[in-house]
C-alpha cells in the first residue's frame, strides 16, 4: 500500500521558517510527481508545489516562487518542502500527495499538516 506521511507544520511568526516533509512508502519516488497543496477554509485547494525526483524538475506557485524550495531525498524517500519569509496568507493546510509520472491525477494523499503563521 502507498502511503504519505506529512509532517513538519506549526505555528511561527511571519518571516520565519519552516520545512515541510513527506515520507513516502510503497512507491518509487522515481516514477512519481509528489506535490505539496494548501487547504484554507473557504477556498480551493491551491498547488504550491511539486517535483518530478527522476529528474528533479520542479515547478512553484507565483506565491511560493521566490520563498519556497522542494527537494527530494530519494534515500529516504522523502520529500521536503523549505519555506521562508513566511507570510499569514501561507497559513492553512498542507498535504502532499502522489501522481504517477505521466499520469493525470494524483493518487494517494497524506493527512495534512497544520501550518499557521501569525502577523
Known amino acids: 500500500d502507498v502511503q504519505l506521511q506529512a509532517s513538519g507544520g506549526g505555528l511561527v511568526q511571519a518571516g520565519e521558517s519552516l520545512r515541510l516533509s513527506c515520507a513516502a512508502s510503497?512507491?518509487?519516488?522515481?516514477?512519481?510527481?509528489i506535490g505539496w497543496f494548501r487547504q484554507t477554509p473557504g477556498k480551493e485547494r491551491e498547488g504550491v508545489s511539486c517535483?518530478?525526483?527522476?529528474?528533479?524538475?520542479?515547478y512553484y506557485s507565483d506565491s511560493a516562487k521566490g520563498r519556497f524550495t522542494i527537494s527530494s531525498d530519494n534515500a529516504k524517500n522523502t520529500v521536503h518542502l523549505q519555506m521562508n519569509s513566511l507570510k499569514p496568507e501561507d497559513t492553512g493546510v498542507y498535504y502532499c500527495?502522489?501522481?504517477?509520472?505521466?499520469?493525470?491525477?494524483?493518487?494517494?494523499w497524506g493527512q495534512g499538516t497544520q501550518v499557521t503563521v501569525s502577523s
Open positions: 500527495a502522489a501522481r504517477p509520472r505521466g499520469g493525470s491525477s494524483y493518487d494517494y
Open positions: 510503497g512507491l518509487v519516488l522515481d516514477d512519481y510527481v
Open positions: 517535483i518530478l525526483a527522476g529528474d528533479g524538475s520542479t
